[in-house]
């Protein structure tokens, strides 16, 4: 399933991912109806034709555990999105819509390929690229928010050999309201740094890569790249470095700053 660009309001992006995952949960249903009974009749087929039964039994298995696989990966997808918006709804403004692109397809896809080669044995290698989540929304206090999540995977001889897992978040706060320019002064922006890097060191795993910069001026963007090799990010560790960002600019807010 892939879906792209479907601006939703509010009260509709719970009900919309809910959906989303019961189209997962009735693709693994069919999954299970259809290679369940296969598995029965070839492991009855062992006693009467053995040949048959252990070949038909042993193909059916592999592409049955395959598929659950793949399935598996795309409702820890649709999980992450649910629980990121959960947290979030709260926080959001209600008149303001919620972007959401979606990509439930699984990371070998040949349009998710960006490298293919092979190893000085001749082994076949490959690079994916898995864009699979792009969330964009607007909080209570006119700050932007958008948050993408991909996956870059390794696979040799037909297996995971590594998975990067990134998280790329980019903050906008309004301009009225924060004085972003003031992320300019190398003293703020050292504290900002330590405060994210702090944030991000009270993950459940140590990130493998974090970085954080501000393009722009007033009314510039924070934009912050993690990387998780061979683990998950969480959506409560988002929230967390989000947390922390907001608190931070609330900190810089001067006397004379104007409301939203």
């Not at 629980?83 to 990509?103: I, N, Q, S, T, Y």
């Not at 007033?218 to 934009?223: D, E, K």
């Amino acid at each position: 399933m892939v879906v792209k660009h479907e601006k939703l309001p509010l009260d509709r992006v719970a009900r919309r991912l809910e959906e989303v995952d019961e189209s997962v949960r009735r693709d693994a249903h069919k999954a299970a109806m259809l290679f369940v009974p296969l598995l029965v009749v070839f492991a009855v087929s062992c006693v009467i034709v053995p040949p048959v039964g252990m070949i038909g039994g042993l193909f059916t298995g592999v592409f049955y555990w395959t598929k659950r696989g793949k399935l598996a990966r795309a409702r820890a997808k649709v999980e992450f999105a649910r629980e990121l918006h959960g947290l979030l709804e709260d926080e959001l403004h209600p008149r303001k819509a919620v972007m959401l692109d979606f990509d439930l397809r699984h990371y070998d896809e040949t349009v998710k390929r960006v490298w293919a080669g092979r190893s000085s044995a001749g082994n076949a290698k490959y690079k994916y690229s898995d864009k699979w989540l792009h969330y964009r929304a607007i909080l209570a206090d006119g700050t932007r928010v958008e948050v993408v999540r991909q996956a870059g995977v390794k696979v040799k001889k037909g297996h995971v050999v590594k998975e990067k897992r990134r998280l790329l978040l980019s903050l906008t706060p309004h301009p009225g309201r924060y004085a972003m320019e003031r992320l300019k002064d190398e003293r703020l922006g050292r504290r900002l740094r330590a405060r994210l890097s702090a944030a991000v060191g009270a993950f459940h795993n140590d990130p493998e890569e974090f970085h954080a910069r501000v393009d722009g001026g007033g009314g510039g963007t924070l934009r912050l790249k993690v990387t998780q090799e061979d683990a998950p990010i969480l959506p409560g560790e988002v929230l967390a470095i989000m947390e922390e960002v907001v608190r931070f600019l609330q900190e810089l807010r001067g006397p004379g700053a104007r409301a939203a």
